[in-house]
Every structure is written in C-alpha cells, then in structure tokens.
C-alpha cells in the first residue's frame, strides 16, 4: 500500500475530493445519491421546468417580464442579443470559471437573497430541481441547459 492510499484508508482519515473514487467518502455518498435518486425516480412528478433558467425566465401571468434579457438589461449587464443562445452554457463564454465572485455563487446570490420577495422562491419555491438535474448513476448534479427566449 502506498501513502496515499494508506492515508485515505486509515480510520479517521478521508479524502476531501469532490471526485467520486471507489472506496471514498466523496465517491460513497455519490454512489448512495445515485441510488437514491434512482430509487425515487419512477415516483416523481413530470420536469415543468425541462429547460432550466429559460422554463422560469418568461412573462409571467401576471405581466412581470422575466425573461433573462429584461432582467438583465434592468440590471444594467452589457447587451447580451446576438452572443448567448444557450442559457446557461453560452453566458460562460464571458463568466469564466476564474472570476471573483463565480458565476454561479452570482446566480445563486440573485436567487436565494432577499427570500421574503424573491420571485425564485415565493412563485417557485426555491427548487434546486428548476436549474439542475441529479446523474442518477453518479448522484451529480448538472445545470439544465435551455435556447434563449428574447
């Protein structure tokens, strides 16, 4: 046994990857996530929210204009027209995975903040299932991806 395994296999020692590896922590909750997830699959309702940021970012019925262009927009973002068609994919052509904050830490902050009137979690209840869908074989998550709607 090398050291890295003798250190990832001693009692009270685990390695603190997020890469699921046979015979760690990371990989034994993935693998039980995965069973879980597959195991309640059968039972769970229909996907209304197939395409991810663009399924909830529409004219609402009540006339509030979400789509991610007027939000944007309003929220003074440089013009987005002509450069994103896949949402969320195509807004990390400039978001990289190197800025401070992350994109996602701003995607979430924007719809997790403010609970008592974020429209996120008073209409649609905060789901992490709206943005995301769970890799029933590995217990991941990955971001739902949608065309742009503006």
Do not use: Y
Not at 75 to 94: M, T, Y
Not at 119 to 148: E, W, Y
């Amino acid at each position: 046994m090398n050291e890295q395994q003798d250190l990832n296999t001693r009692p009270g020692r685990f390695r603190t990857c997020l890469t699921p590896r046979r015979g760690h922590l990371a990989g034994q909750i993935a693998a039980i996530a995965g069973l879980v997830v597959a195991a309640i699959s059968p039972s769970l309702p229909a996907d209304d929210f197939p395409d991810g940021c663009v399924s909830c970012h529409v004219v609402l019925g009540d006339g509030m204009d979400k789509r991610l262009g007027v939000v944007l927009d309003a929220a003074g973002h440089r013009p987005i027209k002509g450069k994103v068609d896949r949402v969320p994919a195509d807004c990390l052509q400039c978001h990289k995975s190197l800025d401070d904050p992350p994109f996602s830490t701003l995607v979430h902050l924007a719809h997790f903040s403010s609970p008592d009137t974020n429209v996120f979690i008073q209409r649609f209840g905060g789901d992490c299932r709206h943005c995301h869908v769970m890799d029933p074989s590995t217990g991941l998550a990955n971001l739902k991806i949608g065309q742009r709607n503006w």
